[in-house]
């Protein structure tokens, strides 16, 4: 029969059903919305054990790294460890790591990974912004908050609790969303009124009314500085490449990536100073003054 439309007897029972397949299966655009929701809400998978996203961690530790300056035994606290993405590996390179995060199971994960890798490191649940009194009087060499400050909605009061936990000397590394990732992301599924949002102001609702920020570089460098804090270093993490939910997915996927994997990581490390601002994240490095 010609054309698609069902039989004139059957169509009292299909337009109903077709309604309820649509409703049963979303388009691809709200199922990715979904999972950026999940993701900023505390991650939807194991970081530590994903390829793609084991590749980003590698590019936070080659900066983390720089500034240990092949020292060993480092004071180090990891906020929002998630499973241990940068704990871990940084546990067994001989640093005094510590891990918090609000999730249980996050953290449950996290030193089932440092069991398997054979490193100690201690595990603190809590939020971050209770960071200083479920620490105590602890300092630390490096404090590490990464993919996190974004999804607060006042990102100062955590950035003080966490400059209160660094050594005199000590340094603070963080991540930011950048403006370029929101645009594209949001673009890519077509979220107009989100988008709007974005291209008119640094931070807002979007996603369904989740807050977010998308601060860009001299914004930063002002609020770091309400919160006795100066940005020394800036830097891209995943200029080229995203992964899943990312708008930079679909130019190049690194989820997608085997034995290319390692050339993509390398090509991403040399292009991370150049272009902080077109990044999935933007990588800050601080200091407190």
Do not use: N
Request: hydrophobic content about 45%.
């Amino acid at each position: 029969m010609a054309g698609s439309q069902p039989p004139h007897a059957l169509q009292a029972l299909w337009w109903p059903l077709r309604s309820a397949l649509a409703s049963a299966w979303p388009r691809r655009g709200d199922a990715q919305m979904q999972r950026m929701r999940r993701a900023a809400g505390g991650g939807e998978g194991d970081m530590h054990a994903d390829a793609a996203e084991r590749m980003y961690g590698a590019l936070y530790l080659s900066h983390i790294r720089a500034l240990a300056g092949g020292r060993s035994g480092l004071r180090i606290l990891d906020v929002g460890c998630q499973s241990g993405r940068l704990a871990v590996p940084l546990a067994a390179e001989g640093h005094k790591v510590t891990a918090l995060d609000l999730s249980p199971d996050w953290l449950a994960l996290c030193r089932r990974h440092a069991l398997e890798q054979g490193v100690a490191l201690r595990t603190v649940e809590g939020a971050a912004e209770d960071a200083a009194a479920l620490l105590a009087a602890q300092r630390f060499d490096l404090v590490i908050c990464t993919e996190l400050l974004y999804a607060l909605e006042d990102p100062c009061r955590t950035l003080r609790v966490l400059r209160g936990l660094l050594d005199d000397r000590g340094l603070l590394v963080t991540s930011h969303r950048t403006r370029h990732y929101m645009l594209l992301t949001l673009a890519r599924f077509q979220r107009w009124d989100d988008l709007a949002v974005v291209a008119g102001a640094e931070e807002g609702r979007v996603l369904g009314g989740q807050h977010y920020g998308w601060h860009e570089a001299d914004t930063l460098h002002r609020m770091y500085a309400r919160c006795g804090l100066q940005i020394e270093q800036m830097h891209g993490i995943g200029c080229l490449s995203g992964v899943g939910v990312d708008g930079l997915a679909a130019v190049l996927d690194a989820a997608t990536l085997r034995e290319d994997l390692p050339r993509l990581q390398a090509l991403e490390q040399a292009v991370a100073h150049r272009y902080p601002d077109a990044a999935r994240y933007r990588l800050v490095i601080a200091h407190p003054v």
